[in-house]
């Protein structure tokens, strides 16, 4: 599984607060992926965060 995250992130902070092992804010405040793959025991983790996600921008294919 890949994880990325679109250009319309918000800012929110809820990803990397929820999935920091994956999900961290750049310089400009706003989300990356910065591990890919994601490694299998953490899909669910990087899932509840995009599922959290209040502007659907985490794309995980
Ligand atoms: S949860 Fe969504 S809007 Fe919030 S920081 Fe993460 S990608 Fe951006």
Same mark, same amino acid.
């Given at each position: 599984?890949?994880?990325?995250?679109?250009?319309? =992130?918000?800012?929110?902070?809820? =990803? &990397? /607060?929820?999935?920091?092992?994956?999900?961290?804010?750049? +310089?400009?405040? %706003? /989300?990356?992926?910065?591990?890919?793959?994601?490694?299998? &025991? %953490?899909? &669910?983790?990087?899932?509840? /965060?995009? +599922?959290?996600?209040?502007? +659907?921008?985490?794309? %995980? &294919?």
């Amino acid at each position: 599984m890949y994880a990325t995250v679109e250009s319309d =992130c918000i800012g929110c902070g809820s =990803c &990397e /607060a929820v999935c920091p092992e994956i999900f961290r804010m750049n +310089d400009d405040g %706003l /989300a990356e992926a910065y591990v890919n793959p994601v490694p299998s &025991e %953490l899909e &669910e983790k990087a899932k509840e /965060a995009a +599922d959290m996600c209040p502007v +659907d921008v985490i794309i %995980l &294919e």
